[in-house]
C-alpha cells in the first residue's frame, strides 16, 4: 500500500526559533498533500491543503506566514513552524492524496516548543 | 458546520470480547462517512467507508453501517483481539466541505489479554 512517511517524529525546539518537518510519499507521486494539526484528546484539524508547484490554501484561522508550506515536488511537502512558541506545541500530522483521491496518512510529528 | 462526535475512550476490553465505537455525525448534505485505525507509531489508514445511507462497510471482522435517521455510523466487531488496540477516528466529507475530511477526536482501543 502507499506509504507517507514524516520527519522527525519529534522535536523539541526553544521559543523564538523554527522548525521544518517533511512530509513524503515514499512509492507514490501526490500533487496534493494534507497538513493537520492535533491537540490532545482532540480532532484532528485540517491546517491547509499543499498543491505541488502552487501556494498552499490555509484554512480560516491558521496564519499562513507562521505555517510555512512548500511543495516543490511530487514526493515532498514540507512545513515550517517560524518563531515557534510554546502554544504551537502540538501533534502535526499530513497526508498525501492519492489517485483515486484517497488520504494515505503519515504518523505525525510531535513537536514541544520549550 | 458539520461536525462528527465519538464516544470517548479509552475502551478496554478483554480479548473475544465485542466491541462498539459509537459514532454520530452533523452534516447539511449527504456525506461519506469513515473509520480511520491508527496504530502505535503509525498513520491513519482507512478501516472502512460508506458513501450512502444503509450502506455497511465492512474489513477485517470490523462493521459499521451508514443510518440517516440516526445520523450514525457506530462501529463494531464481534471479537476483539489484542493486536486491534489502537486509536480509532470516525470522519465525514461531503460537498459542503469540499470534500475535506472531518474527524472525530479519536477512541482509544485497549484489549487485554
Known amino acids: 500500500g502507499a506509504v507517507v512517511s514524516q520527519h522527525p517524529s519529534r522535536v523539541i525546539c526553544k521559543s523564538g526559533t523554527s522548525v521544518k518537518i517533511e512530509c513524503r510519499s515514499l512509492?507514490?507521486?501526490?500533487?496534493?498533500m494534507f497538513w493537520y494539526r492535533q491537540f490532545p484528546k482532540q480532532s484532528l484539524m485540517l491546517m491547509a491543503t499543499?498543491?505541488?508547484?502552487?501556494?498552499?490554501?490555509?484554512e480560516q484561522g491558521v496564519e499562513k506566514d507562521k505555517f510555512l508550506i512548500n511543495h516543490a515536488s511530487l514526493t515532498l511537502s514540507t512545513l515550517t513552524v517560524t518563531s515557534a512558541h510554546p502554544e504551537d506545541s502540538s501533534f502535526y500530522i499530513c497526508?498525501?492524496?492519492?489517485?483515486?483521491?484517497?488520504?494515505?496518512f503519515g504518523p505525525g510529528t510531535r513537536l514541544t516548543v520549550l | 458546520g458539520n461536525s462528527v462526535t465519538q464516544m470517548e475512550g479509552p475502551v478496554t476490553l478483554s480479548e473475544e470480547a465485542f466491541l462498539t465505537i459509537n459514532c454520530t455525525y452533523t452534516?447539511?448534505?449527504?456525506?461519506?462517512l469513515f473509520w480511520y485505525v491508527q496504530y502505535p507509531g503509525e498513520g491513519l489508514q482507512l478501516l472502512l467507508k460508506?458513501?450512502?445511507?444503509?450502506d455497511k462497510g465492512s474489513n477485517k471482522g470490523f462493521e459499521a453501517t451508514y443510518r440517516k435517521e440516526t445520523t450514525s455510523f457506530h462501529l463494531e466487531k464481534g471479537s476483539v483481539q489484542v493486536s486491534d488496540s489502537a486509536v480509532y477516528f470516525c470522519?465525514?466529507?461531503?460537498?459542503?466541505?469540499?470534500?475535506?475530511?472531518?474527524f472525530g477526536s479519536g477512541t482509544r482501543l485497549l484489549v487485554r489479554p
Open positions: 512509492d507514490f507521486q501526490a500533487t496534493t
Open positions: 497526508s498525501a492524496q492519492g489517485l483515486a483521491g484517497e488520504e494515505f
Open positions: 460508506a458513501t450512502k445511507a444503509d
Open positions: 470522519a465525514l466529507s461531503d460537498k459542503d466541505s469540499s470534500y475535506k475530511l472531518i
Open positions: 499543499s498543491n505541488e508547484g502552487s501556494k498552499a490554501t490555509y
Open positions: 452534516a447539511t448534505g449527504y456525506p461519506s
